[in-house]
C-alpha cells in the first residue's frame, strides 16, 4: 500500500515543521510539499497533486476555504483537511461546505491530526469533537440564519470600510474602481443579510472576520 501523500500550508514554519516532524514519524504518511500562503498552496496542488492537503484557515494571498473551494471547483482528486486554532461557528460551516473533508483544531493531540489525515484520504470524514459541537450549533440555526463566508477580497473592501475610508479611498487602497467597491460592498451586505456599512462592520466583528482598529464609523 502506498503512502498517504500530503501538502502542509500554514503560514507560521514552525506550525509547519511541527506537524510535519509528527506526520512523518509515521510509516504510511509523506509530507511532499509545503506553502506558507493560500497562492503557494494552489500552486503546490497542482504540481504535486497530494492526496491529502492540510490547510490553515487565514493565510495570506488566499484563505484555506479559499483554496478548498478552488480545488473543488477545479474537481481536484485532493482531499481538503482544515487546520486551524479557530472553533468559530462560521468557519466549521464555510470549510465543509467550500468541499473540505475534514476540520481538526490545531490544538488537538497528535494521534488525533494523525488520524483525521487517514481518515480524509481514505474518503471518510473527519471532524474534532471542538469542531463538531460548533457545527452542530451552527447547522441548528443555518435556515433562520445563514451566513455565507466572504472572499479575500471582499474581507479587504470590509476592513478599510471598518476604518472609515469612502469607495474612492477604499478603491486608491486596493487599486480597483469605485464601481468595483460598491459591487464588493452589494455582495457584502447580501452575504451578511444587512443594508449598510454599520451593519457589516458590527457583524463581521461579531464572526471573528475582523478587527476593529481606528475606525470613524
Given at each position: 500500500?502506498?503512502?498517504?501523500?500530503?501538502?502542509?500550508?500554514?503560514?507560521h514554519?514552525?506550525?509547519?515543521?511541527?506537524i510535519?516532524?509528527?506526520?512523518?514519524e509515521?510509516?504510511?504518511?509523506?509530507?511532499?510539499?509545503?506553502?506558507?500562503?493560500?497562492?503557494?498552496?494552489?500552486?503546490?496542488?497542482?504540481?504535486?497533486?497530494?492526496?491529502v492537503?492540510?490547510?490553515?484557515i487565514?493565510?495570506?494571498?488566499?484563505?484555506?476555504?479559499?483554496?478548498?473551494?478552488?480545488?473543488?471547483?477545479q474537481?481536484?482528486?485532493?482531499?481538503?483537511?482544515?487546520?486551524?486554532?479557530?472553533?468559530?461557528?462560521?468557519?466549521?460551516?464555510?470549510?465543509?461546505?467550500?468541499g473540505?473533508?475534514?476540520y481538526?483544531?490545531?490544538?488537538?493531540?497528535?494521534?488525533q491530526?494523525?488520524?483525521?489525515?487517514?481518515?480524509?484520504?481514505?474518503?471518510?470524514v473527519?471532524?474534532?469533537?471542538?469542531?463538531?459541537?460548533?457545527?452542530?450549533?451552527?447547522?441548528?440555526?443555518?435556515?433562520?440564519?445563514?451566513?455565507?463566508?466572504?472572499?479575500?477580497r471582499?474581507?479587504?473592501?470590509?476592513?478599510?470600510?471598518?476604518?472609515?475610508?469612502?469607495?474612492?479611498g477604499?478603491?486608491?487602497?486596493?487599486?480597483i474602481s469605485?464601481?468595483?467597491?460598491?459591487g464588493?460592498?452589494?455582495n457584502?451586505?447580501?452575504?451578511?443579510g444587512?443594508?449598510?456599512?454599520?451593519e457589516?462592520v458590527?457583524?463581521?466583528?461579531?464572526?471573528?472576520?475582523?478587527?476593529?482598529?481606528?475606525?470613524?464609523?
Open positions: 500500500m502506498s503512502a498517504i501523500r500530503v501538502l502542509l500550508a500554514d503560514d514554519a514552525v506550525v509547519r515543521q511541527g510535519r516532524d509528527f506526520l512523518e509515521e510509516a504510511d504518511i509523506v509530507v511532499v510539499a509545503e506553502a506558507a500562503d493560500g497562492a503557494s498552496a494552489r500552486r503546490q496542488i497542482e504540481d504535486h497533486l497530494p492526496d492537503a492540510v490547510l490553515d487565514r493565510m495570506p494571498n488566499a484563505s484555506g476555504i479559499d483554496v478548498v473551494r478552488w480545488a473543488t471547483e474537481g481536484l482528486p485532493v482531499r481538503m483537511l482544515i487546520l486551524t486554532a479557530y472553533d468559530d461557528d462560521p468557519f466549521v460551516l464555510a470549510a465543509m461546505e467550500a473540505a473533508s475534514g481538526v483544531l490545531k490544538n488537538a493531540d497528535a494521534s491530526i494523525v488520524s483525521a489525515v487517514r481518515a480524509v484520504a481514505a474518503g471518510q473527519a471532524i474534532g469533537a471542538e469542531a463538531a459541537r460548533a457545527l452542530v450549533t451552527q447547522l441548528a440555526g443555518a435556515s433562520a440564519n445563514h451566513v455565507e463566508a466572504l472572499t479575500d471582499e474581507i479587504d473592501v470590509l476592513k478599510l470600510a471598518a476604518e472609515g475610508l469612502t469607495n474612492r477604499i478603491g486608491r487602497q486596493l487599486s469605485d464601481r468595483t467597491v460598491q464588493h460592498l452589494a457584502i451586505y447580501a452575504k451578511l444587512v443594508a449598510s456599512r454599520t457589516a458590527t457583524k463581521a466583528l461579531q464572526l471573528g472576520w475582523i478587527e476593529l482598529s481606528g475606525s470613524k464609523l
